[in-house]
């Protein structure tokens, strides 16, 4: 991909103050039927800076796909003041598509039954881009993602992995400051999951593309992006970089110890056996490691030992369930 520099300073590509989105539905039997209303984002403030990656995470019902369809100007907010790009969302929507690509993972903005060739041919119409800039734009996409071989097929015939890159080079053929994700990885198997995660990080680090992702794949998380956002119950829980997150909702280490031969699980002050399997123990840590790992060598004969950092998902999990003590969304 040819260099692309980022405006310097200048302003943030999002920026969100105090954004809320109220919902009316009715409810209850036919004839007592009442309007209740329920707010699925509340006063939610945020900012994303140009050259970011952003990762977008919440439980299911969180309000996610309700802020991602804000952003994208497809519902306008209830309440607070929103700009993407310098733009209004909902107002703004047409001048705002030609500075933003958006891809949802479980539906495709290509052509079901025309050859991927021509649904990317008509994105250009769409997008009003110039002739030679899309054929320059193509021919590159085409080589990073490998589309090679099936720019020919009818999209109807691609595997989703092929759909996905298909997707992807629809969304920037028009090179958008700006890639909103939903999902993008979802259902696809590990190779290509990571031929997606690798593209993403090369697009970011080459033409400094923002991109905002919802997933809930925590390999997304991990290898995408340094600041993530957790939604749950329409409020922001958490909004820092993925050290910060762990420490935010602590969540123990845990030490792996190869024994010589299978024994009764160990026990050693500042550590829990959770885990015996053989002569594998799990000890989750509740003290400091040098200390745990000093005692078990002094009673136990051990083959090897590892230390493991809690897993992002489960960081993730504890941050929900102590979010999960905030209050429901309002009735009115
Ligand atoms: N059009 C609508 N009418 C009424 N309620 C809605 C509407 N859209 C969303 N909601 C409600 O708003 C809340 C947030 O929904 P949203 O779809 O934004 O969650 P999400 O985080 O994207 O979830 P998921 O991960 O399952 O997609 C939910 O309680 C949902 O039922």
Redesign the pocket.
């Known amino acids: 991909m040819t260099a692309h520099v980022p405006a310097a300073g200048g302003t943030p590509i999002i920026e969100a103050e105090g954004i809320g989105r109220d ?3 009715s409810e209850g039997p036919l004839f007592r039927r009442r309007r209740r209303t ?1 707010t ?2 509340r006063d939610v403030s945020f900012r994303v800076a140009a050259g970011e990656i952003v990762g977008y995470l ?12 804000m952003l994208t100007g497809i519902l306008s907010p209830s309440a607070g003041r929103l700009r993407v790009t310098g733009l209004e969302p909902a107002r703004q929507r047409t001048r705002l598509a030609a500075r933003m690509g958006v891809v949802f993972g479980q539906r495709t903005t290509l052509w079901w039954d025309l050859p991927l060739r021509d649904s990317l041919a008509l994105t250009r119409h769409m997008y009003r881009v110039p002739a030679r800039d899309h054929a320059r734009r193509l021919a590159e996409l085409t080589e990073i993602l490998e589309l090679g071989s099936f720019l020919g097929t009818p999209v109807r015939q691609l595997s989703l992995g092929q759909r996905m890159r298909g997707d992807l080079t629809a969304a920037l053929l028009h090179d958008p400051a700006l890639l909103v994700l939903d999902e993008p990885t979802i259902g696809l198997d590990v190779v290509s999951k990571s031929t997606i995660r690798e593209f993403l990080l090369r697009l970011n680090a080459e033409r400094g593309t923002t991109i905002l992702l ?1 997933t ?1 794949d925590l390999g997304d998380v991990e290898r995408l992006c340094r600041r993530v956002m957790v ?1 749950d119950h ?1 409020r922001l829980a958490f909004d820092g970089d993925l050290a910060a997150l762990r420490d935010s909702a602590p969540s123990p280490r845990t030490l792996v110890v190869d024994l010589a031969a299978p024994v009764e699980p160990i026990e050693v002050a500042g550590a829990r056996t959770v885990r015996v399997q053989g002569a594998r123990q799990w000890l989750e840590l509740a003290g400091n490691p040098a200390t745990v790992i000093a005692e078990v060598a002094r009673g136990y004969s051990i083959a090897d030992l590892t230390l493991q950092e809690p897993d992002i998902e489960d960081v993730v999990a504890r941050l929900y369930r102590r979010e999960r003590t905030a209050p429901e ?1 309002s009735v009115g």
């Open positions: 919902f009316t539905r329920v699925a984002v919440g439980p299911n019902g969180a309000g996610k796909s309700t802020t991602m369809k919802t809930h939604i329409g969304p």
